[in-house]
């Protein structure tokens, strides 16, 4: 059973940047896509960013292109998510998520989820 732990939320100001990371243990990740969703106050949980097993393949929600960059690094389980230019509409709990297969935009796609990790931009 793969687990995942976020980190890296906090407080930050408009224009600001952050690094989110997220650590998968218990499983193998062999084949499987990496991805960020996001959850603001008061709507449903969004997709974020994605990045296929061997990284070829990344895909972003259109407003956080050029902004945002998602790795992975497949020696250590891990993702990361640079954020840049952060706006007070980014503010949201972030969530890891884990699928076997390319990358999906789609919340049901996904069969393995952290508890995710608040991030919060405001003055």
């Known amino acids: 059973q793969v687990q995942l732990v976020e980190s890296g939320g906090g407080l930050v100001r408009p224009g600001g940047s952050l690094r989110l990371s997220c650590a998968a243990s218990g499983g193998t990740l062999t084949w499987h896509t990496l991805a960020w969703f996001r959850q603001a106050p008061g709507k449903e949980r969004a997709f974020v960013a994605a990045?296929?097993?061997?990284?070829?393949?990344?895909e972003y929600t259109d407003p956080v292109k050029g902004r945002f960059t998602i790795s992975r690094n497949n020696i250590k389980n891990t993702i990361d998510l640079q954020m840049n230019s952060l706006s007070p509409e980014d503010t949201a709990l972030y969530y890891c998520?884990?699928?076997?297969?390319?990358?999906?935009?789609?919340?049901?796609?996904?069969?393995?989820w952290g508890q995710g990790t608040q991030v919060a931009v405001s003055e």
């Open positions: 998520a884990a699928r076997k297969g390319l990358p999906a935009r789609l919340e049901y796609e996904y069969n393995y």
């Open positions: 990045i296929s097993w061997n990284g070829h393949t990344v």
